[in-house]
């Protein structure tokens, strides 16, 4: 039981770091491989705030959530002008820098050897209502009227700037947020596993959430939740395949990739209907059942 | 003078697309930029609905200088209309429209504006909970002119309205530009359908890489023997027949 909480308080962390990310390229149109960082720079912060400065565990979470946004909004600052994939570059480049200043950070930051003795904080029920309220406030944010303008921003950043929109600066609110939630992610993170280490903010681990969001459906916020959910989900599941599970997770992601490009979701959102109506031609598609047989 | 153009020089790294440029649009005037593909009509449009380009020299709209911040100019008065339309897709027609009045908060004043574009293009009308992409390439024409006009502009730049348009289709929008001068916008349109455009047009400029050639009113342009060699065809046409 402990085990599955664990799991589960692990994937609480991991989809509010996901839905952060789903705002910037989901719903902004601005991909990222380097938002590890953001979630680094959450944990350490958190983490040097509680074990070194004895600060109360809330207020460290609002300190490091702060701290998260405002690194985001000053390299927004210089990179978001630059355009398509440069800036994905850019961020490639910060995971890394950031990866490499954590492990040169001497006595603040333990450099490779890692920063341990964490107070374990993060119980289950914390996440699970942090991620609840984080995900209420991303769709509050996409159902705004900022949202709407980021949506813009996707479609069409010419016709978006010609209707007035101020598309650098709401491009850096929006990596302003979806900093702050990798943040939270990392600071909610580093407190369960109350051991962390550069190394697990790599370019890896930036991957992995682009995937996830990717997987997911750009554009849909309950398809980064549940790609969130299977991809960190799989390999637990799959623990008794040792090394080949990787290997799964792999065909996992090529297979959508194949049989459904435009993700799990595909920009639409999870709702009963939908869900009803995915029943029904399930129900269809199955011979023997349903109108599919009805001649 | 309602917008000033003074030396105006913009470069795209080492290209020089415009060099010192100067020209003005007064009050109710609808002013056409001709000349051929390259010459820097596009690139002028963009300077001064300010599209963030590396440029010198200064551009002053109602006595004060335009900053280089698009949703600034857009707030100043100045609606661009851009090449290839750039509508949203996705977006039904009326959606599109309502993104046009992003800066209005006034819903009355909203009101009014989208029935004088549904008054004007009354296809938009029949058409708008249909989305852009399923439009004719006419239609989303309309829809980007629309859309413009949302913002309340009181100078519209339109660039290269005809574009993948039939002939007859031009003649409708062009018509269509009148109407829009007689509500009492100023019109500045770059075009490439020089003859259309130069019969509209109270006055226009000849733009030759980067630098104004000639300039006058459209109807003499029009009459203008170097102008029909070069933008009209004329002479091809006389050995044609």
């Known amino acids: ?295 | 003078m309602m917008l000033q153009v003074k030396d105006l020089s913009v470069f795209y790294g080492k290209i020089q697309a415009l060099d010192k440029l100067s020209m003005e649009i007064h009050q109710g005037e609808i002013i056409s930029m001709i000349g051929a593909n390259g010459a820097g009509k596009s690139t002028l449009l963009k300077a001064i609905a300010g599209l963030r380009l590396q440029m010198n020299g200064s551009i002053t709209f109602e006595g004060e200088p335009l900053v280089s911040k698009t949703h600034e100019t857009v707030k100043r008065g100045i609606a661009l209309v851009p090449e290839g339309r750039h509508i949203f897709g996705n977006l039904t027609v009326y959606e599109n429209l309502v993104m046009g009045s992003y800066l209005q908060k006034d819903k009355k004043v909203f009101k009014e504006d989208l029935e004088s574009v549904y008054e004007l293009f009354p296809r938009l009308f029949e058409r708008q909970k249909q989305t852009g992409s399923t439009l004719s390439g006419g239609e989303q024409q309309m829809l980007a002119i629309g859309r413009g006009l949302m913002s309340k502009p009181k100078l519209l730049l339109l660039d290269e309205p005809s574009l993948g348009l039939a002939p007859k289709l031009v003649s409708e929008i062009f018509k269509k530009f009148e109407k829009i001068n007689k509500m009492g916008l100023t019109i500045l349109l770059v075009e490439q359908n020089a003859r259309q455009a130069l019969a509209l047009s109270h006055r226009a400029y000849v733009l030759q890489t980067g630098r104004i050639i000639k300039q006058g009113l459209g109807k003499d342009l029009l009459a203008d023997p170097e102008v029909q060699e070069a933008y009209l065809g004329a002479k091809q046409k006389a050995a044609a027949v």
Request: proline letters at 3%.
């Open chain 1, 1 to 295: 039981m402990g085990y599955l909480l664990g799991i589960m308080t692990l994937i609480c962390c991991n989809i509010i770091v996901v839905i952060g990310l789903s705002l910037l390229t989901g719903f902004t149109g601005i991909f990222s491989f380097g938002h590890a960082a953001y979630m680094a720079i959450g944990a350490y912060s958190a983490a040097i705030l509680t074990t070194k400065l004895g600060v109360p565990f809330v207020l460290a979470l609002i300190v490091a959530v702060m701290i998260a946004a405002l690194a985001g909004r000053l390299i927004g600052i210089p990179t978001l002008k630059l355009v398509g994939d440069y800036f994905a570059i850019a961020m490639l480049g910060l995971g890394e820098t950031v990866r490499l200043l954590l492990d040169n950070g001497g006595k603040l930051t333990g450099g490779a050897r890692g920063f341990g003795n964490i107070p374990g904080k993060t119980a289950f029920p914390i996440a699970f209502v942090i991620m609840v309220f984080s995900v209420i406030v991303m769709r509050n944010i996409i159902g705004s009227r900022y949202g709407r303008c980021f949506l813009a921003i996707r479609e069409d950043e010419l016709a978006a700037e010609c209707c007035g929109i101020d598309t650098y600066g709401l491009k850096k609110t929006s990596l302003t947020i979806s900093a702050a939630f990798g943040g939270l992610g990392g600071a909610l993170f580093a407190h369960y596993i109350t051991y962390i280490q550069p190394i697990m903010f790599d370019m890896a681990k930036s991957t992995e959430i682009a995937a996830a969001v990717v997987f997911g459906g750009l554009g849909s916020l309950s398809g980064s939740i549940i790609a969130s959910i299977i991809l960190i989900g799989i390999p637990e599941v799959l623990r008794p395949l040792y090394q080949w599970r990787l290997v799964f997770y792999g065909l996992l992601l090529v297979g959508t990739i194949v049989l459904r490009p435009q993700g799990l979701m595909g920009g639409r959102e999870f709702t009963i209907q939908g869900l009803k109506n995915a029943a029904q031609w399930v129900q269809e598609k199955i011979p023997g059942r349903g109108k599919g047989e009805k001649r």
